[in-house]
């Protein structure tokens, strides 16, 4: 199968398969571009089209385009990567987190029985 | 396991755990860990490695989440004795005339200029209602010395207070010294204060920083760092550099000239954001590439010093490797998240407004007072410090939720600053790719981990510069 990303009039165009990626991913990723070009992202058919076009400011030659669209498509499997850790993980964050600042509410009870032979703590 | 990634060369990612560790592994390895392809048997030491530093978990919950949890709130406890640092700029008058100084008049007018003794008070009663047991006051100027009737004053009555408070207090007077004398030293080693003193360079550099007739600024400067060490001893005077322009043609020099003058550390202190151009972006990011170049230029040199033997420590990378290498707080405003403006400093301007760091009341003295909390005449500590302004500023400066920090793998070792966003893009917010923050802490600190992983005895070094010194 053929890309279909490429570059067009000056233009990185990328299309992401929106049944893979999630919006979050390609914002996430693009986000990143946008202090060199102007960002553009549309859905077509439910998949999202990215379009870059440099700002004039950011002097970006033609021939380094190629470069850029190499990193868009490194940096959307990073982030989607990484999209994946957050939905797999995210609730052992939000439990850690608690846990943390909890003051031992959600703290378990250590497993097995606490003897007191010796009768350290007698109002026990 | 909830894990961060960050791309460090070609060859080489870092992963970083929810508390902080991290491992250097080749690239790749995150995608084929997130893929489940890691060979338990056939890569024992990584998959051992990613188990035993809590990267992945062989049971859904794991096993030692208490622990975790106990380190995360560890990493987070500077928060638990809310702000500790007081600045008390007692005078705004200054003999220098510093070009990149925002602040300061060259005047007699002490009515004017200096701190009232009814804001001092006033301040001094804001500071004795911190949560903290232990409080540090610090006192600033122009050039706090030109007052120092003003800090016998404050100290005094913080003395008295303390005792009534059950506070301990850390006393620091920052100057230039040039009009420091050894009547004001015997009192400051009666009283147990710090002098933190300023050094930008050889005289060549700190001259021409730091303007002043006679033109003998460094002269002054290097004569009351001798006479404070005679009086004090040699650990209880620091120096600061500011970082100009001028200073970034020099980063040999500089570095040479504090290990000659006897430090046993420098703080290459990034360039103040109000020596860029306020929201040009491309200038911006062009002044912070020439700073992380003289960044890397200095620190070289200074490894050059630890590499023969000798201990010279990078105050910057310090504060860094100490969120890196322990699990312990670093309580520095400028790296913390929350942001350590209000939850960690606050300052007592000269006229009794008050100010969440330092860097604002600069701002106010352009006539930008978006960060000035309140005012001593009018408001109450609970105004101050918990007040809608306050709660603005440090839900601005959480990065744990702010857009591009969020996924960040640095996260836990960097910090938000809303000021300094404030001042460069218009917005406390700030946006990551154009900031200058965000650029300089990513750099530094995936040089520092490169540095660390390409080379053993870097390690070594820096491992000790974040042991307790004394």
Redesign the interface.
Known sequence: MTSKNRIQNGEIIASVDGSLYSSQTVF?CT?????KFHVNVQQESGDYVITLRPMP?ANISEGELPYYLQKLERDL???H??D???NE??S??E???A???SNGEY??APPGEISDPVGFAPLV | MPIRFHRLNDQKEVLVNEVGDHLVVPSGTFARLVQKELDKEGEADLYGDLVAGHFIAESPIPTLIDVLATRYRTKKSFLDNFTTLHLFVVSLRCEHTCHYCQVSRVTQDKGKFDMSRAHIDKGIDIMMQSPSPHVTMEFQGGEALLAFDNIVYAVDRTKELALLHNKTVTYVICTNLAVINEEMLNYCKENNILISSSLDGPASVHNENRKRPGKNSYELAIRGIELSRKILGKSRVSALMTTTNLSLEHPIEIVEEYYRQGFWNIFLRPISPYGFAVKNEAKNKYEMDKFLSFYKKALNRILEYNLQGEFFREDYATIILRKILTPFPVGYVDLNSPTGAVTNVVVFNYDGAVFASDESRMLAEMKDFTFQLGHLDTDSYEDLMYGEKARKIVAAGTNESLPGCSDCAYQLYCGADPIHHHATQGDMIGYRPTSTFCQRNMEIIRYLIELMDSDKKIKSIFESWVKPQF
């Not at chain 1, 986000?31 to 202090?35: E, H, I, K, L, Q």
């Open positions: 996430k986000y990143w571009f946008g202090d400011n499997v990073d982030f990567l990484r994946i850790v957050n993980t995210g052992i964050r439990l850690l987190v846990k943390a600042f703290d378990e």
